[in-house]
């Protein structure tokens, strides 16, 4: 009877191990964590029934009989020319010399673990790295090919020639029967595979660049250039492999490329330090480095080691140590005491390699150098050896027995060993040994106590060694210890990086960004950094973290821990990947349909394999994954219809667990929405996640919401609902790029937003177009049509009653009139209106400008009052607008009141404190990057410098903020700027001055900015003054002071009079100097009034 793998789901024979993947077949229980039969219903210490902690999550988690991606090797080989062959052969011989060679390729490929899924009559298709994900996968197929080459060389006459394509890469698997080489292929790592076979010559391998990267150091090769493969658009580099190293160990490994700098690891060098000292001293140890894959167990071992033979290593004991290694991979789990075999190999003096029977022959000499008599039992260490011994005894004990006189054997030939020659036992990989030889190395070592003997293992933290962290000897000294390799730390981790990729400053975020990717495991920060490398990244400057791959190297590792979990943890960790790197407790078991506290009991394993780790919070409990990486593999190995379902899933999960604080999850449910394309709750979660970026000042963050909002709202039908968020989502997404500065795009959103409204006939909808099109009319230069678009805004929604539509069309109109001068006009706009912008209610849902309406509002009257010379109903407006600002805290509302208010300070003779407010608003202008409002501060500090003889200052601030201006298109803005730069210009170069003055006059003539050509025909008659000439001063002045009387500019037509005035005097004319001055007195007692009732 047959059972269902709990690990890898293959069927198995029932025992102790499954032989598809190799993981023990048997139940843990959650609550007493007792191992139990794997058929048990009920625990058999504690009683706690096994049904409702085997619940599989629900439809929730993709099924593991369906498709799957995975990273594998595919081979592909066959027989050269077999069709010509056949011809010419009788049918059965034909048929014997194809199978023949098939066979040969079959056994080849099973022998190093691949499985054979396809099996044509000339040929095979293999995948190595399937069911179960193994990080070795295209070493396994480059050893399987090179044997299948030498094993089909030596068939003799039945030898035919073969070729053999590889390439390692993702792959889509579907499972098509229960055996576990029934898989169905996708993907171009398949297709590049076999083309490549197609290309080879008979008798050669060749292999792509992707296999080529992850056996550097493992395999000979030879690159041959790009070949052109049909069905693949670009040319392919391809490698032709020549040989492999016998022993793929880490020494022949890093010997392919240059070791990087040892970094860290102090501790853990200081405690295998203390532990030789012991050994030397007599006492026997056993040390085990235990850590995941890549966190450097090969790279400490080795430096402790070339330490040792360095001499570095100083201890009291001064004689030479013997280094004796034995090696195990994923193959020899499957081979009994295959341990045992090779240390036999090691004391013999026999490569790893050497045939048994050379061996064997070795050995009684070897064994009668020690001084072992021949009484010694040396049958159960022969018949290791495959040697007939005439021990009939070994034949019918059982295996504990036989284990039991092995160690007894083998025991005298450590210690005698350690004798003559002290060593150091390394096993590499630990945790690849078979049960057999695991059980005999914890025997064999229990037993030695006083020896110069040093058994040092590298091993996972999933299978240690059978003792605890620490044991002690019987002279109360440590005997047996395990050190757990601690990740790197970010400092160590930078160190590494600044040598493989670079320490320069323009590199210190990719640094970053990679240290917080790999998680202070350093083969995954070396393989990073190989990878940017081999690519070229680094050379062609594309270096943005957000280009980074993780490595198909990296991917191997942590996908073949991935599977060698259940199908019930794979699912839950598959869950967990898909709602983020944190994950709630809560949210996870309604995502997979199990009560929580049957959850509780499996994350329990998940933590204690590393791969999650819990935190308490005070929503509740929250899994974090322990590493990021981790997330990343486990999400990638889903399909992306599996990856819909699954975010579907958690979507519901959110907005069942926050029904009444969706708010409070937005950006969770929006990511999770347009994960699963669920278009409608995409497009209304994006928005609302969107516009509460933009309110916290999170450009970059709102801007890519609202482009989530309206790249969803293409995938639904166009309905009254769909035309209103496509709308809301195009005027928040104004807001957004008026502060990033992008009036190109902001254009291209109007006009959709416009044509929305038109197609709907929604009017309240079309007029907040209108206002957000009108206010960029404005400062785009072009006033009529921006007075017109804001006036009928302000028509509708004063005939529909909208309070906030109403307020924002107020001030939208009120602009354009105040660029234009009508300034009466504009103030009885704001004036008739005030009632609403003090309704505050609601004004946050605007779209129309970053900052609250009733602010820009108060703010646009205080300035409008101010130009009109009414400074006491300015201050009145901005004491209002301050309330308001403070009552909601935003950033941009503060910025925009203390800018007029400074303007409201330097137009009333306040300089200094003009000066000290204005700069400090600049300076939160440019930490909170709102460019946009930099120039209107610049006219206005710009003017106060001038004012207080900061010519320079002003120059400098001037040009920069007109040049911003300029490139966001923003005409009314840089006009403000250009009548304070032309008397700034004045003191240092006038001719450059009167060319500015010159081309800022004709501009702003022709667009109406008629304010602006009064403070500009001040600024020229300034000049013209200067250079001698009153007669054309006279004309600027008379010219200025005529608009200003037109259009109500107070001051400025009293500065005008007043030096007209005193020209005709200079001038000795004394009548229209008189009149002059009685004009300017009536402007005086008319200002001198407001400023009474203030």
């Not at 995975?70 to 081979?75: F, G, I, N």
């Not at 009653?801 to 105040?818: M, N």
Request: proline residues 4%; contains cysteine.
């Amino acid at each position: 009877m047959l059972v269902a793998c709990p690990h890898c789901g293959e069927s198995t024979q029932p025992g102790q191990y499954c032989d598809s993947c190799g993981n023990k077949i048997e139940k843990t229980c959650r609550v007493c964590s007792v191992a139990n039969r794997f058929g048990a219903r009920f625990c058999a210490n504690c009683g706690a029934p096994f049904e409702a902690s085997d619940k599989k999550p629900t439809d929730g988690a993709p099924d593991s009989s369906g498709a799957q991606q995975k990273q594998v090797t595919v081979l592909f080989a066959d027989i050269c020319g077999s069709t010509e062959l056949i011809s010419k052969m009788d049918a059965e011989d034909a048929n014997t010399a194809l199978g023949s060679v098939v066979a040969t390729l079959v056994k080849a490929v099973t022998r190093f673990g691949g499985v054979v899924n396809r099996q044509m009559g000339d040929g095979v298709m293999a995948l190595f790295g399937v069911p179960v994900a193994t990080e070795d996968h295209a070493a396994s197929a480059c050893f399987a090919a090179l044997a299948a080459l030498d094993a089909v060389a030596q068939m003799g006459e039945l030898a035919l020639p073969i070729r053999i394509g590889v390439c390692s890469g993702p792959v889509i698997l579907r499972k098509t029967g229960r055996d576990e080489a029934d898989y169905d292929v996708a993907g171009i790592t398949a297709h590049i595979a076999a083309r490549l076979e197609q290309q080879a010559e008979p008798g050669t391998i060749l292999m792509a660049s992707q296999t080529a990267s992850l056996v550097t150091g493992i395999a000979s090769i030879e690159a041959i250039g790009a070949v052109a493969l049909k069905g693949i658009a670009e040319p392919v580099p391809a490698f032709r492999l020549l040989s492999a190293a016998d022993r793929p160990s880490w020494i022949v490994r890093s010997g392919a490329k240059a070791l990087s700098t040892f970094v860290g690891r102090e501790q853990e060098r200081a405690e295998l330090s203390a532990a030789l000292e012991r050994a030397a001293a007599g006492r026997a140890q056993s040390v085990a480095l235990v850590a995941d894959a890549g966190m450097g167990k090969s790279r400490l071992l080795h430096q402790f080691l070339q330490d040792l033979a360095q001499g570095t290593w100083q201890g009291t004991w001064q004689g030479t140590w013997h280094v004796m290694r034995v090696e195990t991979t994923a193959l020899t789990m499957a081979i009994p005491y295959a341990l045992i075999t090779a240390l036999l190999r090691e004391f013999a003096g026999c490569s790893q390699d050497a045939p048994n029977a050379e061996v064997a022959t070795r050995l009684p000499s070897v064994l009668a150098s020690l001084g072992l008599d021949a009484e010694f039992d040396t049958a159960p260490l022969l018949a290791h050896l495959d040697r007939e011994v005439e021990d009939t005894g070994l034949q019918v004990i059982d295996h504990v027995q036989r284990n039991d006189r092995l160690v007894r054997s083998l025991r005298p030939v450590l210690l005698r060993y350690a004798e003559l020659h002290p060593f150091i036992l390394v096993v590499e990989d630990y945790h690849w040994l078979d049960a057999s030889s695991v059980e005999v190395l914890t025997e064999l070592f229990a037993g030695i106590d006083a020896a110069r003997i040093f058994l040092l293992m590298t091993t996972r933290p999933e299978r240690r060694p059978g003792w605890p962290r620490i044991i002690q000897a019987s002279d109360g000294k440590q005997a047996k210890i395990e050190i757990e390799l601690e990740r790197l730390t970010a400092d160590h981790a930078d160190h590494l990086l600044q040598e493989l990729i670079g320490a320069s400053d323009e590199l210190a975020p990719l640094r970053e960004h990679i240290i917080s990717r790999a998680d202070g495991t350093p083969f995954f920060l070396e393989e990073f950094a190989r990878s940017l490398h081999e690519t070229g990244a680094l050379a062609k400057g594309d270096i943005k973290p957000t280009n980074i791959v993780i490595p198909a190297s990296v991917q191997s590792i942590l996908a073949a821990r991935i599977d060698r979990l259940s199908l019930l943890h794979r699912s839950i960790l598959q869950i967990a990947a898909v709602i983020g790197r944190d994950v709630p407790l809560g949210l996870l078991a309604a995502a997979a349909d199990m009560h929580e506290l049957v959850l509780a009991q499996e994350m329990r394993l998940l933590r204690a394999a590393g791969f999650l780790v819990e935190v308490n919070q005070r929503s509740g409990v929250v899994h974090s994954f322990a590493h990021a990486l981790t997330q990343s593999v486990v999400y990638d190995t889903l399909l992306r219809s599996d990856r819909r379902r699954l975010h579907a899933r958690v979507l519901r999960a959110l907005e069942v667990l926050h029904p009444d604080d969706h708010d409070e999850v937005v950006n969770h449910l929006a990511h999770h929405a347009l994960q699963a394309e669920v278009w409608p709750e995409a497009a209304r979660y994006a928005l609302v996640a969107g516009q509460r970026a933009s309110r916290r000042s999170a450009l970059i963050e709102a801007r890519a919401y609202l482009e989530t909002a309206i790249g969803a709202l293409s995938h639904q039908p166009a309905t009254v609902d769909t035309i209103t968020l496509g709308i809301d989502a195009r005027l928040s997404m104004r807001s957004v790029l008026v502060t990033m500065n992008e009036s190109s795009a902001i254009q291209e959103h109007l006009k959709e937003a416009y044509d929305l409204a038109e197609q709907a006939g929604d009017h309240l909808n079309l007029a907040r177009v209108y206002i957000s099109r009108g206010s960029m009319l404005s400062h785009s230069g072009d006033l009529p049509s921006a007075t017109q678009l804001s006036r009928a805004a302000l028509d509708i929604m004063l005939a529909n009653g909208e309070s906030v539509g109403i307020v924002s069309a107020s001030f939208s109109l009120a602009q354009a009139q105040w660029y234009a001068g009508d300034l009466a006009a504009a103030r009885q706009v704001l004036t008739s209106n005030t009632p609403h912008a003090r309704d505050e209610s609601g004004q946050r849902r605007t779209t129309a400008t970053f900052v609250l309406p009733s602010v820009v509002y108060f703010c646009y009257l205080a300035r409008i009052s101010e130009d009109l010379g009414d400074s006491a109903a300015g201050f009145d407006a901005i004491k209002e607008a301050g309330a308001i600002a403070s009552r909601h805290g935003h950033v941009f509302d503060q910025v925009l009141v203390n800018t007029y208010e400074g303007g409201l300070l330097l137009a009333n003779g306040q300089q200094a404190r003009s000066i000290e407010m204005l700069e400090r608003v600049l300076d939160a202008t440019r930490s909170n990057k709102i460019e946009w409002h930099i120039p209107l501060i610049a006219a206005l500090l710009g003017r106060a410098y001038v004012d207080v003889g900061r010519h320079a200052d002003a120059r400098l601030l001037l040009r920069q903020a007109s040049i911003l201006a300029d490139r966001n298109r923003h005409v009314g803005k840089r006009l403000l700027c250009s009548p304070p730069l032309v008397r700034a210009l004045a003191e240092e170069d006038p001719v450059a001055a009167k060319g500015v003055a010159m081309a800022t006059l004709r501009d702003a003539d022709v667009r109406g900015f008629r304010p602006t050509v009064v403070h500009t025909q001040l600024a020229l008659a300034h000049i013209h003054l200067a250079e001698g000439k009153p007669e054309e001063a006279r004309t600027m002045l008379e010219e200025a002071a005529q608009l200003a009387h037109e259009i109500g500019l107070l001051r400025e037509e009293l500065e005008a009079r007043e030096r007209l005035s005193a020209l005709f005097r200079q001038g000795g004319q004394a009548t229209p100097a008189a009149a002059e001055m009685k004009a300017a007195t009536g402007l005086r007692q008319r200002l001198a009034a407001f400023s009474a009732s203030r």
